[in-house]
């Protein structure tokens, strides 16, 4: 392992200054500030003359080589002529480890030609970084380095340790400086994230991607997120004026998401749970049987996961759900028969244009308001939802089947939900195969796909997020149980 000898970058430049009065520190500096004062970042030009309090040092560039002042502008030298009696001293500037940049160290230390590992994605206090195998000899160099350059923002610096593997999406990581503890905070658009970076997924780089489509949710719709995380999508959409359903398979994400619900105090109205995406979706979208109308399959999905995720309270079917009892026995699309609710969600939500974006502003705006909850919520999730999230993209695709026979036709209120199913796509697909595998997926035709492409991920992958309405195909035409 390589070590880190902090006194090879030590460095000593042979200067000339000026010793003027004090008084006159600023003026002389104005004079020369067009190329003969000393420019160098972090270090200042002026400095206390060591043998009077009543004098001050102006230091010159390095390229004022002569002491008789020659490679200054002759109008500049009359000008100071001028001023003062010019009486010029040699300046002897010691510069040490302190003053270089990480760049400039590490391109020192490092074999010449490789790429100089100086960048690194922050994470609150912590700084991750993916150093190359050919590096790992100088991974606690490069971290210590890091960690000098950035401290106190960064206060500790870890290195991810081989590929994702797990399903939780966490990497693994070994913290090569700074202090052992991971959990953090973070800021998007004015929402706060607490996490513990070793224990939940996270990516600051989809910032934008999250307001992106938090900005076409509208106030009052039924968002479904169920990849949720530890919440960058379900928080700002309560933060907005949605219901939210969020699920996560992982314990830690959802113990994180409740944690930060409370932290942006929009606990009301998002409901966590912790479970497979698809048994979560089955859960939810189960129609009460109402021969018994006492339980129905919701509630107890709820109870369940609430007994992984204590203390979150949950308005049954049974409780304010049923504020909404009109039974829609109208078409899918039909305005005529739609409850107040679906009526009123109809006058404000998207109904199919996913365009209509906020800008950052608004959102910030929005997001400094505390959410109020204003009675019963409007619908039930088996009536309606609005959005569906699917933020997995090594895998989304493969849970789009859960989506057929999922909604029953005769309980469901208003437009179809759009589904926004995360994907990668790689150099040897194109949007067209992997829109067939999502159609073969839902064993339905899907109209009017919309593929947002969200970044690049390597040199032959890309994330997409590719939006559409479930098509009616999918929509389960009657239980048998409720002919
Ligand atoms: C790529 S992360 C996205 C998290 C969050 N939506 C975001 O944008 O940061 C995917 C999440 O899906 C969760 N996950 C993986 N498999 C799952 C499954 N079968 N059911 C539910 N959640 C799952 C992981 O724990 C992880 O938090």
Redesign the pocket.
């Known amino acids: 392992m390589e070590k880190l000898d902090e006194s090879k970058f030590e460095q000593q430049l042979q200067l000339w200054a000026l010793r003027i009065p004090r008084e006159l520190a600023s003026a002389v500096t104005r004079l020369l500030r067009s190329g003969s004062l000393l420019d160098m970042p972090r270090v200042k030009p002026v400095v206390e003359d060591p043998g009077s309090d009543k004098n001050r040092l102006v230091v010159l560039s390095e390229k004022i080589q002569n002491p008789d002042l020659s490679d200054i502008p002759e109008q500049v030298h009359n000008s100071l002529k001028q001023l003062c009696s010019v009486d010029v001293v040699p300046y002897m500037l010691t510069l040490g480890y302190s003053y270089f940049s990480a760049d400039h160290i590490l391109k020192q230390i490092l074999p010449e030609g490789v790429e100089v590992p100086s960048s690194f994605e922050t994470i609150g206090h912590v700084a991750h970084l993916n150093i190359p195998d050919d590096l790992l000899a100088y991974k606690d160099v490069i971290a210590k380095v890091i960690y000098d350059k950035n401290y106190p923002r960064i206060q500790t610096v870890v290195n991810k340790v081989g590929a994702i593997s797990n399903?939780?999406?966490?990497p693994k990581f070994e913290i090569l400086a700074g202090k052992k503890d991971m959990v953090t905070e973070v800021k998007q658009y004015g929402a706060t994230f607490r996490l513990d970076y070793g224990l939940?997924?996270?990516?600051s780089r989809?910032e934008h991607e999250?307001i992106r489509l938090v900005s076409l949710f509208k106030k009052g719709d039924v968002i479904c997120?169920?990849?949720?995380?530890?919440?960058?999508?379900s928080i700002p959409a309560r933060q907005k004026g949605c219901v939210v359903y969020a699920?996560?398979?992982?314990p830690d994400?959802i113990h994180y998401l409740k944690t930060n619900a409370k932290i942006n105090k929009v606990e009301d109205y998002i409901f966590t749970y912790n479970?497979?995406?698809?048994v979560?979706m089955q859960s939810l979208m189960a129609v009460p049987d109402p021969e018994t109308k006492s339980e129905c399959q919701f509630a107890a999905a709820n109870r369940c996961s609430e007994e992984i995720v204590s203390g979150n309270e949950h308005p049954t079917p049974n409780g304010n759900h049923n504020d909404v009892q009109e039974t829609w026995q109208g078409s899918l699309d039909g305005s005529s028969m739609v409850s107040t609710s679906a009526k009123r969600r109809q006058e404000t939500s998207s109904e199919g244009d996913v365009a209509g974006q906020e800008d950052a502003s608004q959102t910030k705006k929005r997001n400094n308001k505390k959410v109020k909850s204003s009675g019963p919520l409007p619908v039930k999730p088996w009536e309606h939802i609005d959005h569906v999230?699917m933020?997995?993209?090594a895998?989304a695709l493969q849970?789009l089947d859960c989506f057929s026979g999922l909604i029953q036709k005769r309980y469901w209120k208003g437009s179809l939900p759009w589904i926004h199913c995360?994907c990668f796509i790689r150099s040897s697909e194109t949007e067209e195969s992997i829109l067939c595998e999502a159609q073969n997926k839902l064993n339905a035709k899907i109209a009017e796909p919309i593929f947002h492409r969200v970044r690049d991920v390597a040199p032959n992958k890309a994330m997409f997020c590719l939006s559409f309405r479930l098509p009616v195909e999918c929509l389960k035409e009657e239980t048998e149980d409720h002919i």
Do not use: C, Q, T
């Open positions: 399903e939780f999406r966490v939940v997924y996270w990516n989809l999250h997120d169920m990849f949720a995380g530890i919440g960058p999508f699920n996560d398979l992982n994400s479970m497979d995406a698809r979560f999230l933020n997995l993209p895998s849970f995360y």
